[in-house]
């Protein structure tokens, strides 16, 4: 999408444990770029020309850098949540070299010329890729709309009304129908805007803190919603941000049917129930809402065998005033992109899922499923890369973080596995050992 | 599927045992399951009505004395007008009811405002509802001939045999043409009539619209399905455009306006895609700068005009063989 031109000349990465989900390459070697793209891997490779430059790599993973479906940021409308350049620089930190923003900003990217403005801005300001994704509806009312075919000719990626689901099932079969003439994807989160009005998760947890709850039919009934009608109208859909046991079963049905359909996961809803809330903490009051255990066990099993598609970060930064207060009143939303990596690799260190399949949830599938040509190590492609140790521990410290809100769950959590190089074409944009 | 051309004579006046069928139908409510024989003996009864409205004494008084009731219930400047020089020309009585100043409007039911014009008794009755089956229910329900000049979304016949009658002028026959109906196939009763018409007559028709404005399984009416310009446009003899309803549409079927002319709008390098003579029809009224670019709209290959005089005359075909009088070629 950018027409940032890649980093001139070569640079060699020496000594790797190179992975590249696209093929199952898991080696000891190198991997050369030259002028932003990746030219080969292997092992011993020569020295780079002239005005090349060798990274040693002391045996750390090297592998495409991440790829995260599900981020918001303030701009325009909310700057002082987040801007386009802060959230660059947080997902540089978190190894995120492409992110898809969502529309909800103000005014809502539902227009070719709002479109413009941000896709202007992300290329001057942002270190990373940011590439928008533009609203189903206008305004995000779920009434009309969009102009599907101008917003995609102007660099939309992706369609979604971002934190709202559509509710009228006319709109939204309309818009499956329309887009497919294009061959657009459609995203989309799951919570009906009646049945989901509870600030947490519905069960013993809600009942006892006394706080309205959301049962999990307000995101498993528009769920099955969609994919009967992305069976009527042959459309593509994504749904984003999954958290039940039975939202997996509804996606291994609609793909046994041969559905264009694909799901992910957020990361909180990966690694936190709702007893993680505690004493009414409101950075855990997020949406979807932290299930109970057995919802979290089945996305990390849904992860695990395919089922799932990818992990996002659902990156939603929120100032201090909207999050101190009751929980009842508080907004939803937890930032992620700095530990999308760290927290993901949770299930690989658990043994649950092995580290390829982490990786491929991470970079590979989003970008394919989004219809990038990144996320892998093949000539020619995208060198945006990231250089971790998965061992790595580390304590995450708010205060650290570069995002410009601080509203994580994990704050003092101990992590393992950090990045320490993220690239993209081939220019070094974070390095940890920069890092005060 | 034979069509007759309109310069034979197959007839031998004393050979009774090949005489064709006289004018089967009582109504004209649909293009449907109307026969290639009858549509050919309309064809070649306007194609003479055409040169009647083209004298300076344009009466033909072979209708003279009888009584034309036209019943719009939908706002319809031009087929109405169109209607009533039809029958004036004939030399009928005509009376417009405007449904804003009939009795409709105090309440009364469809059948109850037809009932009482029939028993004024007249001989034909036009009619235009927004309801589809609204001309079919009078039909059965009167004692005279109606014409349906368009139900709801189900048919607009007259249309459809205008726009025949224009596309067979220009080229000589209508078996084996290309046809593209392009637009919102969806709503459009004219859309309809001229698939029945253009498939009975050996037309090959296609269709070309965003996929929100085709209706369900509309390749099933015989019809050759595009969800782009550039994919349906090229090979075709005749591009017939269709009005993007955009009072009732904004948003719902197409985002918009604009967005529908980028992509589906009718400009010259889209015209180019079809054959170097292929003409450009468009019932009317146009959105210029929506469904048709004004240049084109007004183009060489455009006739859109034409359409409208090919109307007259048309109407006046149907309603002669309608009451049963004797074709004279």
């Known amino acids: 999408m950018t027409a940032t031109r890649g980093k001139p000349g070569q640079q060699l990465y020496r000594n790797a444990r190179i992975m590249d989900p696209a093929t199952g390459l898991d080696i000891h070697g190198d991997l050369l770029v030259e002028n932003g793209r990746i030219v080969r891997t292997g092992k011993d490779l020569a020295p780079p020309k002239k005005n090349g430059a060798v990274i040693q790599c002391d045996g750390h993973v090297l592998t495409p850098g991440l790829v995260d479906s599900r981020v918001f940021i303030g701009e325009p409308g909310g700057e002082h949540r987040e801007t386009i350049k802060s959230a660059g620089k947080a997902a540089a930190a978190g190894g995120v070299t492409t992110l898809a923003m969502m529309p909800d900003t103000e005014p809502v990217i539902d227009d070719v010329s709002v479109l413009e403005f941000v896709r202007k801005t992300a290329k001057s300001k942002s270190k990373v890729r940011v590439l928008p994704t533009a609203s189903i509806t206008r305004g995000l009312e779920g009434k009309e709309m969009t102009e599907f075919g101008l917003l995609r000719d102007a660099g939309a990626i992706a369609f979604t009304d971002g934190r709202k689901t559509v509710g009228d099932a006319q709109v939204m079969r309309r818009a499956l129908t329309y887009a497919g003439d294009f061959g657009a994807l459609l995203m989309g989160a799951h919570r009906d805007h009646a049945l989901g009005s509870g600030v947490m998760n519905a069960g013993l947890n809600a009942t006892r803190l006394g706080l309205s709850g959301q049962p999990r039919e307000a995101e498993i009934i528009p769920l099955e919603r969609d994919m009967r009608l992305v069976a009527m109208t042959k459309g593509r859909f994504h749904a984003s941000s999954l958290s039940t046991s039975d939202s997996v079963e509804i996606i291994a049905r609609a793909k046994d049917k041969g559905l264009d359909v694909t799901a992910g996961v957020p990361l909180a809803n990966l690694a936190l129930n709702e007893t993680d809330i505690g004493d009414y903490r409101t950075f855990f009051r997020v949406s979807p809402p932290l299930r109970d255990e057995q919802d979290r066990l089945a996305m990390v099993q849904g992860i695990k065998d395919g089922t799932l598609d990818m992990i996002c970060s659902n990156h939603d930064p929120q100032e201090e005033d909207t999050k101190r207060l009751p929980f009842a009143d508080a907004a939803d939303g937890a930032v992620g992109l700095e530990t999308l990596l760290a927290v993901a690799l949770r299930l690989y260190h658990s043994g649950d899922v092995p580290l390829m399949r982490v990786l491929e949830c991470l970079s590979l599938a989003p970008a394919r499923r989004l219809g990038l040509k990144c996320g892998c190590l093949a000539k020619g492609a995208r060198a945006d890369l990231i250089l971790f140790d998965p061992d790595y521990p580390w304590v995450l410290e708010d205060t650290k973080l570069h995002s410009r809100s601080r509203n994580t769950p994990f704050q003092g959590a101990r992590l393992s596995g950090r990045v320490l190089k993220t690239i993209v074409l081939g220019r070094t944009v974070f390095q940890l050992e920069d890092q005060d | ?329």
């Open chain 2, 1 to 329: 599927m034979s069509q007759l051309p309109p310069s034979s004579r197959p007839l031998e006046t004393d050979a009774p045992a090949f005489q064709l069928p006289a004018f089967g139908l009582k109504h004209l409510l649909g293009m449907e399951e109307v026969s290639p024989h009858d549509i050919a003996t309309l064809l070649d009864r306007a194609d003479t009505m055409v040169e009647v409205s083209r004298q300076s004494e344009k009466r033909r008084n072979t209708l003279f004395g009888r009584t034309l009731i036209n019943l719009f219930f939908e706002n319809s400047t031009r087929t109405q007008s169109s209607f009533e020089i039809a029958g004036k020309r004939l030399g009928m009585d005509v009376v417009n009811m405007a449904v804003q100043t009939s009795s409709v409007k105090k309440g009364e039911t469809l059948l109850d405002t037809a009932q009482t014009l029939n028993a004024m008794r007249p001989d034909l009755l036009v009619v235009r509802h927004s309801a589809a089956g609204a001309a079919a229910l009078l039909s059965q329900k009167l004692g005279c001939s109606v014409i349906n000049a368009g139900d709801g979304a189900h048919e607009h016949p007259t249309q459809a045999l205008l726009d025949a009658l224009t596309i067979r002028r220009s080229k000589g026959r209508l078996d084996g043409l290309t046809v593209a109906i392009c637009g919102d196939i969806a709503h459009s009763r004219v859309a309809r009539s001229n698939i029945h018409l253009l498939n009975t007559m050996g037309a090959r028709v296609r269709v070309i619209a965003p996929s929100t404005l085709l209706p369900s399984r509309v390749d099933e009416l015989g019809v050759t399905v595009f969800k782009r310009m550039e994919d349906g446009l090229p090979g075709c003899d005749v591009v017939m455009m269709l009005r993007l309803q955009t009072e009732r549409m904004a948003g719902a079927f197409v985002p918009s306006a604009r967005e529908y002319y980028r992509y589906f709008g009718l400009d010259s390098a889209r015209v180019r895609l079809a054959n170097p003579d292929a003409i450009i029809m468009h019932p009317g009224p146009m959105n210029r700068g929506v469904e048709i670019a004004s240049d084109i709209a007004d183009g060489v290959q455009s006739v859109i005009v034409e359409q409208v005089e090919m109307g007259v005359a048309v109407r006046m075909a149907v309603m002669e063989a309608l009451m049963g009088v004797e074709s004279n070629l």
